[in-house]
């Protein structure tokens, strides 16, 4: 049981999903008959584990490969290694009938409710979709099925006649939402269900999946850049830099008391509302490495502020810190923490 912003929220000790040393590498070839000359190592050895009833958070800049992460999860792009288990069934030994199948456990809510609605069907064809595919109400029911799910986002019974077009995009990632729950999955995958819409449709948004977490107990593993969002929402965070997690907490841990100094300059950018909090910003230098040729050693240590020579060299190990809390990084590792903070001093 935890409880966090103003929530109170029960879980399960059993994992739901787990993955395991995931990886997805995209060849580069000068044309299509050509052989491989190299790869983009999108998502290099991911581990995570989501929880019954929790809201997992998967965060970092554009181009981290956090949604390429989850979509190898998902198997929209098969991976490339790794193992990822749902509910002690492992996803990358299914053959597509049986994972067709599994799929109705698994649902995902796009990022952009504009291209995510097909504009030539009405809104109830399009919620009652999933339930046709997967053959579980006879259509005499789906009618009051498709409505009753709307009722549940907000959304009139009379908006089953109706089109894409004629909502706006609060209203269409609300159908979205109905679309994906209306099949009662255990996970839902959230991949920056707000970040298209007007901020003041945003807390809307967020309230409500809040709400149906509560009356349905489904997981959620949201995929966002939004520190704000991830603070709010979530359980538990995973930070993510260049293919690789270098910090995972819980929600409360990790912005209070963050310890990778990605972690730190990600938390330092956050707006903060109260015009009285003085926050000191971390500013990185340089660009995001190319995934084709990641840094040796520890991948963060070329934009680093507390980078050691070890860091070049050899990359870090995870370090445990509490039941909760992991970082990768060798500043917590045999003291090395202390030795560099005195040597920044001295110098």
């Avoid at 390429?68 to 288990?85: H, N």
């Amino acid at each position: 049981m935890q409880v966090f912003a103003g929530r109170l929220k029960m879980y399960s000790n059993r994992p739901l999903l787990q993955v395991t040393d995931l990886k997805k590498y995209f060849p580069i070839k000068k044309n299509f008959f050509s052989k491989t000359q190299n790869y983009i190592k999108a998502v290099d050895g991911v581990d995570i584990q989501v929880y019954t009833g929790e809201t997992f958070g998967l965060v970092g800049e554009s181009g981290c490969g956090k949604t390429t992460a989850c979509k190898a999860i998902l198997r929209a792009v098969e991976p490339t290694s790794g193992e990822v288990y749902f509910n002690g069934i492992n996803l990358r030994e299914l053959s597509k009938s049986k994972l067709r199948e599994l799929r109705e456990r698994i649902q995902l809510v796009y990022q952009d409710p504009y291209s995510s609605l097909n504009p030539r069907k009405t809104i109830g064809t399009i919620i009652a979709e999933p339930l046709i595919a997967h053959k579980l109400v006879k259509r005499s029911n789906l009618k009051s099925k498709v409505e009753e799910m709307l009722s549940k986002v907000g959304m009139p019974a009379e908006s089953t006649e109706r089109y894409p077009h004629e909502f706006s995009g609060g209203q269409r990632q609300r159908i979205g939402i109905a679309r994906s729950l209306i099949l009662h999955p255990d996970l839902v995958v959230l991949d920056e269900p707000v970040s298209a819409l007007d901020v003041s449709i945003q807390a809307q948004i967020i309230n409500l999946l809040s709400d149906l977490q509560r009356e349905f107990n489904f997981s959620y593993l949201l995929i966002s850049h939004d520190l704000s969002l991830m603070r709010y929402i979530c359980d538990r965070v995973a930070v993510m830099y260049l293919g690789k997690i270098v910090e995972q907490a819980s929600s409360r841990e990790l912005f209070l008391e963050p310890k990778h100094p990605y972690t730190k300059a990600l938390i330092s950018a956050t707006p903060e509302p109260d015009p009285r909090v003085q926050k000191k910003r971390i500013i990185l230098e340089g660009d995001v490495p190319s995934p084709i040729f990641p840094p040796s050693g520890c991948r963060f240590h070329t934009r680093c502020p507390e980078k050691m020579p070890l860091c070049s060299k050899k990359e870090p190990p995870d370090i445990k810190l509490t039941e909760k809390h992991v970082v990768t990084c060798h500043l917590f590792f045999e003291g090395n923490y202390k030795i560099n903070q005195m040597e920044r001093k001295l110098k």
